[in-house]
């Protein structure tokens, strides 16, 4: 069987309840990617083009520090890397704990929250900065989605 890490930044708490429900539907480790400056809620507000998550976003090679560097990534064949939809694909923060870690030799399947976008120009993104891994098709769910229906999900990858 194989060791699965679900690895997930949430700045308003849809993507960690999910991220929760699939670390029970999965049976796997749960950890959380933290900015070392937490997002506060003006940071967040896209209509602001001058609020953090704005400039960062309009920046491809923008990449915001993480509060640890300590993902147990080297133990797990596949990890789960959760994040919000910003700005039509992955988080800046994402593409940092991307860049953190070697994934070569390992599976990383995307998974998020969003408005309703898809994952845009982030599969490709991420399948760029993940080196050396497999990176599957990224899924969107809501912040809501049973165990149940990610347990499902999780058996129909067979990992
Ligand atoms: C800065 C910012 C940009 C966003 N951009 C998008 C977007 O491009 N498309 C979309 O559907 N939702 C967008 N959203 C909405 C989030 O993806 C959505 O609310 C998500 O579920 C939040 O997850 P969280 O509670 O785990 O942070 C954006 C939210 C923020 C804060």
Do not use: H
Request: glycine share 8%; net charge neutral.
């Amino acid at each position: 069987m194989s060791k699965k890490l679900i690895a997930y930044f949430s700045a308003s708490g849809s993507t960690s309840r999910l991220a929760q429900a699939l670390a029970a539907a999965a049976d796997a480790e749960l950890y959380e990617i933290r900015p070392a400056v937490p997002y506060q809620r003006g940071d967040l507000n896209w209509m602001d083009k001058k609020a953090r998550s704005t400039v960062e976003m309009a920046d491809p090679n923008c990449r915001p520090a993480m509060a640890a560097a300590d993902a147990p990534v080297a133990d797990a064949d596949v990890i789960f890397l959760g994040f919000p939809i910003w700005w039509y694909r992955e988080p800046a923060i994402i593409d940092t704990f991307l860049e953190a870690y070697d994934f070569s030799g390992k599976t990383v399947v995307p998974f998020f929250t969003s408005g309703g976008s898809p994952l845009g120009e982030g599969q490709g993104r991420i399948q760029q900065l993940a080196k050396g891994a497999k990176v599957l098709n990224g899924k969107r769910f809501s912040g809501r989605t049973s165990e149940n229906e990610l347990k499902s999900w999780v058996e129909s990858l067979s990992l």
